[in-house]
DNA sequence: CGTGTTATTGAGTAGCATCAATAATTGTGG
DNA sequence: CCACAATTATTGATGCTACTCAATAACACG
């Protein structure tokens, strides 16, 4: 809908070679899995990334048990991802940004280890897993960057698990709000201010805390002016106090 | 020392041939990197892991911050795995036994995320990553075997991060020690007994509770029969209710 | 054999969960 | 576009889990 040929003409302002392109000229190629491709490397990488997928809120990405055949990245829009609990119950593993990729989860066992959900109206570049093999069995920085990706993501769950192992709520929510906006700003928007994606109850599982918890928390956070939480719009009031709090540097 | 030339004419029963080869050989060779590998890529990743290393107890393999360059299999012993809190403070994040590799943290950022310490005394087989590469760039069946590797790496720690944000005392540690049970069951040895080589505070630092709740929590489970715990000598008693316990399918 | 470390158990308490009531917001169908 | 229902969020009162402090016991190491 968006990228009709006739729109092109108008007040589009991309061009229609333009548009055959994936990652070239994605925005967040210096997010996303492209980082420190040379051209020619990158030619064959927009080849392999040909399919989009539009969620509305509330979507499946993936399920888990469901074959994997590829990962994803994140182009526009917000994720969730959940773990089933033997008993029936959820818990919410990760929130997913634009350059973010899902699905490493479901390489070990050939299915997906966790279900992802598009947290608004989103947008996924598909990158079939094969195909990313072959080309990063031909281009070594890629298989690198891959690896490096994958790594990072394992620093990633283990400073989770620092989080949810030895943090107190307060301190719990602080690193999260900061860890948010740390990415906004990594993406070129404000560190200062941003909306929140996730509902209370959303952040309580990923933090291991009730709804009623969190609400109170942030209440608390306002109160001491260092934030402002107004729904879901959030403002950092004092960055250097919400430090401390979250690296346990508060007095 | 242990490998001396002549000591193959005395009472070592291995051949110097033998010796010359690494994972060819080795009785783990079904749970570590060879997995599925064929003979002659088995020859060449002989080859790469040459090198191994003996660590007395609470000797560091490596330390956080430290350059990256190798992975690491244990051979024999345990280890575990602590990531460094900005106020100082440590966390376990996981306990390695036979077969599992340490330090894929590192390869992210080129330097270890997290420091790795032997419970006993272990070996280890050092993996140098810039080899590992080059053979995984030849052998497609080690790179998707690496991958595996890595995305369970990454499982494993998203079920830490269940465990952590969604179970009580007594779940986290039932869990834990069914876990440690069936990796044991794994290499061959009992799963009904075993002994754990961790101290109980390194147990309520990965399960994130205090020394003293796990000292009662083994207490509780004793007392209900579904374990016995004599110092670090554990048997499960009943092994079906010990994980409706886990699961959460208690009563 | 003594000293430092590790483990157990008890008493009291803090922090978070639970239960509950209400308010605000979002989504839906007429 | 509005009214109603469903979802989401806030706040209070109360209870339980796990933490803290403390004393003692058992063990590991030189």
Known sequence: MVYQTDMLNSACTVSLQELKKNCSNCNLKDL???VGLKPEELERLDKLVSLRRKLLKGEHLFRTG???NSLFAVKTGTFKTLVNNQDGSDQVI??????ELLGLDGLGTGQHMC???ALEDSEVCTIPYSRL???AQEFHAL???FHRIMSREIVKDQNAMLLLGSMRAEQRLSAFLLNLTERQKARGFSSREMVLRMTREEIGSYLGMKIETVSRTFSKLQ???LIKIDQKNLTILNHTLLQN??????H
Chains 1, 2 share one sequence.
């Not at 709090?245 to 508060?250: H, S």
């Open 32 to 34: 996303c899995m492209p």
């Open 66 to 68: 469901e074959h994997f």
């Open 94 to 99: 990760g929130f997913q940004m634009t350059g």
């Open 115 to 117: 279900e992802a959900i």
């Open 133 to 135: 093999d072959e080309l």
């Open 143 to 145: 298989q690198m960057h």
């Open 223 to 225: 109160k001491d002016q």
């Open 245 to 250: 709090l979250a690296t346990g540097k508060a």
